[in-house]
């Protein structure tokens, strides 16, 4: 949405999101994760836990089933982004990509397919399915809650115009561009907390800003990295994925603040300073 909004080049957007995606993964993954371990420890979840010979339905499934079930939403939903790109808007075709690419209705296929093959076909008892099913819902339950809480926070801070506020402030400091754009969308983003309103708010506000400078789709792409960089650092309580590590996996505040946090912080700086590097030589 972003890259479309600023007419960036699609083809430099894949490929300059991998140059970002890879040291951002390692950075953010193994190399932060063997620090962090050292000092933070957190028992395994309460929901997940589970006493030796408990297993049901066999040993544990292959490695390859797993991914492919959690893929398999994935697959539709990019089957439906990429490929009603080249049909009739109009065609029965779009309108079945549309049905089965919706996440909703991918990640309902996921399920009911989950429930066949690790439930059904390894002769699990429908009862249980659906006891297992139901105690699934309590963590997400309260997940719920929390994330619908956080949303009615950013909502306020919205509605009540301190991003556009502060996008106004940032975009006569006469940064380069690239770092501009990074900072604007990190700074909405730790005050509303939604990535997706920070990107869009950023590009709102750099927008006026690029019409004279006529840049071409690469340099335009540069900036949507950044811009895409910025809107995941510093997640904090007003950004539902913070709540949502944070009780699905049985983490304190702090524990979340110095795990998911710093982790994101990670990944979006390493984004950010990707896309300037990338600037440089355009």
């Known amino acids: 949405m972003v890259a479309s909004q600023l007419n960036a080049d699609f083809g430099y957007m894949i ?13 953010g993954g193994p190399l932060f994760a063997s620090l962090i371990a050292k000092k933070v420890h957190v028992e395994l ?10 297993r049901e339905g066999g040993p544990i499934p292959s490695f390859a089933l797993s991914i492919s079930i959690v893929i398999f939403p994935l697959l539709l939903i990019g089957l439906k982004t990429i490929v009603s790109r080249f049909i009739d808007e109009k065609s029965d075709l779009h ?13 309902l296929l996921a399920c009911l397919i989950a429930f066949y093959v690790l439930g059904v076909r390894r002769n699990i008892p429908n009862d249980r399915i659906m006891e297992i ?3 699934a819902l309590q963590p997400a339950g309260v997940i719920i809650l929390v994330t619908g809480a956080g949303g009615v926070f950013k909502q306020v801070l919205i509605d009540s115009g301190v991003g556009d506020a502060l996008g106004n402030i940032l975009a ?29 708010t950023a590009c709102g506000l750099i927008i006026p800003i690029l019409e004279p400078l ?23 309580v007003n950004d539902s994925g913070f709540w949502l590590a944070n009780r699905f996996l049985g983490l304190s505040e702090k524990q979340t ?26």
């Open 172 to 200: 006569g400091s006469g940064l380069p561009i690239v770092i501009l754009a990074f900072i604007l969308s990190a700074s909405v983003r730790v005050i509303q907390g939604s990535a997706t309103v920070a990107m869009l």
């Open 45 to 54: 979840p309460a929901h997940e836990q589970q006493e030796k010979g408990e």
């Open 257 to 282: 603040l110095q795990t998911w946090t710093v982790m994101e912080t990670i990944i979006g700086t390493t984004g950010g300073i990707v896309a300037v590097i990338i600037s440089a030589f355009l």
């Open 95 to 107: 309108n079945w990509l549309a049905l089965i690419g919706h996440p909703f209705t991918a990640i």
């Open 133 to 135: 099913c139901s105690s």
């Open 214 to 236: 006529n840049l071409g789709g690469a340099q335009l792409a540069a900036i949507t990295i950044a811009i895409g960089g910025g809107s995941i650092v510093l997640s904090h």
């Open 15 to 27: 490929v300059f999101g991998l140059l970002a995606s890879i040291p951002a993964m390692i950075l």
